[in-house]
């Protein structure tokens, strides 16, 4: 897949081929993993789309920067990442807040022990209701970029702290505090909803 | 389950106030580990540490056991997939892009 300068200057229909067939493997193999990465980043499906698309993009202007050391899923994630960085930027989008881990401590015991009521239900039951889904979705969505993109890395695309730390750029430690946050943050959010009582009673979470 | 909520608040915070000194101390340094303490990263020695406070702070265990939860929703969130139209679409704009760039 390398290619000369030559060859990016004035490609040639054997270079035109030769990387369409690339990026076919590339794409089918790996569409879905990028769109639900973007779905979860984006929180709605055409800004998914537009992220795929970019990431697709930038994947094929840069077969030749792939050395093959890393796994092809980081390497798109690791796009994916960045170009979502950047569609925020170019959006001009105010800073984001950082969050302190203060802000998170409970100050009495009521709040020690505000609850999910999702108790006797797995999280595939709790789930089928719309209030606890909606509820956690606005959670995640109202996370701070580099927050939520550890969360989402970590939590639900289900990576380790390593892999995560190589696709953001940053050290084991940095990611396990931002995903520390994030957690607390999206607990603090699906807490403080009072979500009611009917989550926990299953032929209720059914019905909806 | 509000309710049942409440009463046992009412009858515990009475009983645990002693334990607790709030926003400080060792529930503080508790939560600050609760991620690495969920996530198993923690040595054998401070994991055990942990146990025991939580056995004898009805609190920290609420919240630990709900901070688990979350995690867990987030591991189990389905996510909508493409439909083989979007799929097919999507790879005609990044190819045409691609040639016109």
Known sequence: MRASTTDRSSPTPSHHSRAAKVFDTLYRDHVDLVYRFAHRLCGEPEAAKDLVQETFLNAYRGFEKFRGDAQVSTWLYTIASRACLRMRRRRKCAPERELSLEEFIPTSDGEFRLQIPIDGLSPEEALQNKQLRDALDTAINQLPKKYKMVLVLRDMEGLSAKEVGTIMGLNERAVKSRLHRARLFVRQQLSAQGLGQEIADPEQALLR | ?101
């Open chain 2, 1 to 101: 389950m509000a309710k049942r909520h409440t009463s046992t608040k009412r009858t515990r915070s009475s009983t645990t106030r002693h334990q607790h000194d709030h926003g400080k101390g060792r529930c503080l340094n508790i939560l600050r580990q609760l991620s690495a303490y969920i996530d198993d990263e923690l040595a054998g020695d401070i994991c055990n540490e942990i146990r025991r406070h939580l056995g004898s702070c009805p609190n920290c265990e609420v919240f630990v056991s709900s901070l688990r939860q979350t995690v867990s929703l987030c591991r189990h969130r389905p996510s909508p997939s493409l439909s083989t139209d979007d799929r097919a679409m999507m790879r005609q704009n990044i190819l045409k892009a691609a040639q016109i760039r």
